[in-house]
């Protein structure tokens, strides 16, 4: 209870209000009414009557307290019973908020209406979807953790199986809604998008038609399938799309943007990625063949090694180069940027397979880091002692353990059935190439279509890149989206639909909090905020951190309490549902 002092008709009035929760939100309202101020001085028993109400809202608010006190008779003989519940987790109910909110559940619900179901989509989705957040693994672990939850999941582990291939069906229409969801009720900045592809290995001897041979990232000789993600300026994940492991990244662009700049109301966009993408077919469909006025842009890391001659010394000329200030770069400033306006010749595949050339007018930044020209030249020489080891015991290597150091040994012949190396002819360092990589070292370029933007604004743009390569590794780590646990294409979507939603939910609340904490600190901050049954139907908690206050703040849910009702958990429960 408060005291609250306010102006009516130029005099001062005072009732006691009292806080409470209703949708989520603190609301006030009126509990007592006391008066004109300048009544209350009259009466002669008073003599701060401010003072004295203030000491009435707190004597309220003591005896409200006092009546919610329990006392508790515990029995230090009493023994465990068995197969006790053990720590149920109450930090589940924020992800649950934000699925709610964004309205997943009646997404499903409505599209499950014309299916002959016999258990609740919606249900079986959010368990999943927190399951993935907070202990990712298999559909049988998930379903076998339910009662970690305060949540009634009535349905068989069978029925999980069987949504998949309805999740499958409705995959893209989803995205799209949650999309509009996330737009509607936190906030989406569409002009600029990320893309990037990553892919994820399977654990499976032979390729089928859609887990297929292609170059594992992780460097693995199994089976992949590739993924196109696109994310907004925020980081929040807009869609993703999957494909055969033997697709290359830059085939994939066109699918995943297109889908986004068809069906996400997005208007003009410049899309971010990096070299893997930047093609002349592109490029062409990004800004529909009018270099005067591209329809959408562009912002593409542009690889400087593989530049033309004429590219490559204007990088090396140190004629125009600025320091951070946009005085003339020196050695000591550790960083140099340039820039130049070029009219650049793509090749463009027709309708008919033949190629044409199609000019364009963009604009390259040229950058250079002293940190990041000492990293290449440290990572170069941890290569390079391989590769000597390599020259001195080929023996001991075959062609796939000397990946990376054979790169700089001339002469160098495998068997081409045993991949072992071919000896005979005399191995040496090639000298010549690593004198030319060494010329780049530091060196990073970006070419674009934005000509108004600013060079610094434009290489802050690019490295918003790290948000979609962290997003991924968030995805492989802390989701455990890899391994994956099921085998058929409808259901390997299925699975990276339940990783896109827990990651949209996990994003939002790191936009919510301003990325105060890493997705890490979040998961395991809600992981922590857990319960035992201390007696009868009282639940004690044993965590409350910085981040919990913050995350409760940030969502108006109250993380603080030391026990709770069984009904007080249900409420709670029900609340984030509101």
Wanted: aromatic share 12%; hydrophobic share 35%.
């Amino acid at each position: 209870m408060n005291l609250n002092v306010s102006n009516r008709n130029g005099r001062t009035y005072l009732y006691i209000e009292k806080g409470y929760r209703k949708d989520g939100k603190v609301m006030k309202r009126r509990v007592k009414t006391i008066g004109y101020l300048d009544t209350l001085e009259l009466d002669p028993s008073i003599d701060d009557p401010i003072a004295h109400f203030r000491q009435v809202a707190k004597d309220m608010t003591e005896e409200e307290n006092s009546s919610r006190k329990l006392t508790v008779h515990i029995d230090m003989e009493e023994s465990l019973p068995e197969n006790p519940v053990g720590a149920q987790n109450i930090g589940y109910v924020l992800p649950v908020k934000i699925y709610h909110d964004l309205g997943i559940d009646r997404f499903l619900k409505g599209k499950s209406q014309s299916e002959d179901f016999k258990y609740n989509t919606s249900s079986i989705m959010l368990l999943l979807t927190i399951s993935r957040l907070l202990a990712p693994g298999s559909i049988k672990r998930a379903y076998e953790n339910r009662a970690r939850y305060f949540e009634r999941f009535d349905f068989t582990d069978d029925d999980i199986y069987r949504a998949y291939d309805h999740f499958d069906k409705i995959a893209y229409e989803l995205q799209r809604y949650v999309h509009e969801s996330v737009r509607a009720k936190y906030g989406c900045d569409t002009s600029i998008i990320y893309y990037d592809v990553t892919n994820y290995w399977f654990e499976i001897k032979k390729p089928d038609d859609f887990r297929k041979y292609g170059l594992c990232k992780q460097r693995r000789k199994r089976p992949i399938v590739q993924m196109g993600l696109a994310m907004d300026r925020n980081g929040i994940p807009l869609h993703y799309e999957l494909f055969p492991g033997n697709k290359l990244d830059k085939e994939t662009f066109r699918a995943v943007i297109g889908e986004v700049r068809k069906n996400y109301d997005t208007g003009r966009v410049v899309v971010v990625a990096d070299m893997g993408i930047i093609t002349g077919d592109n490029i062409y469909y990004l800004t529909g063949g009018k270099p005067e006025k591209p329809q959408n842009g562009y912002i593409f890391s542009f690889s400087v090694r593989g530049g033309t001659s004429d590219f490559k010394q204007y990088v090396l000329d140190e004629n125009g180069y600025a320091d951070k200030n946009g005085k003339p770069a020196s050695d000591e400033s550790g960083f140099k940027i340039k820039e130049r306006f070029v009219a650049r010749k793509i090749n463009v595949t027709m309708q008919s397979g033949k190629t044409r050339k199609h000019t364009v007018y963009e604009k390259q930044i040229v950058f250079w880091s002293k940190k990041h020209s000492v990293k290449s030249r440290t990572e170069r020489a941890e290569v390079l002692a391989k590769s000597e080891t390599l020259i001195a015991d080929p023996k001991k290597f075959t062609k796939a353990t000397s990946y990376g150091a054979a790169a700089y040994v001339k002469n160098i012949e495998y068997d081409k059935d045993s991949g072992e190396i071919i000896t005979g002819k005399a191995l040496c360092l090639d000298v010549a190439k690593i004198e030319e990589e060494e010329k780049y070292d530091g060196y990073y370029s970006i070419v674009t279509s934005e000509a108004l933007m600013s060079s610094s604004d434009i290489v802050d743009t690019y490295r918003g890149l790290w948000e979609i390569e962290e997003t991924f590794r968030i995805t492989k780590s802390d989701l455990a989206a890899r391994p994956v646990y099921v085998r058929d294409k409808e259901h390997i979507n299925a699975h990276f639909l339940v990783c896109f939603l827990s990651l949209t939910i996990l994003r939002i609340i790191q936009k919510r909090i301003n990325r105060q904490y890493s997705a890490e600190q979040i998961i395991e901050c809600l992981n922590k905020i857990e319960c035992f049954l201390e007696t009868e139907n009282i639940f004690l908690f044993g965590y409350r951190s910085p981040i919990s206050n913050l995350l409760g703040e940030a969502f108006n849910i109250d993380f603080t309490r030391k026990r709770l009702c069984r009904s007080d958990i249900k409420n709670f429960s029900a609340s984030a549902k509101l």
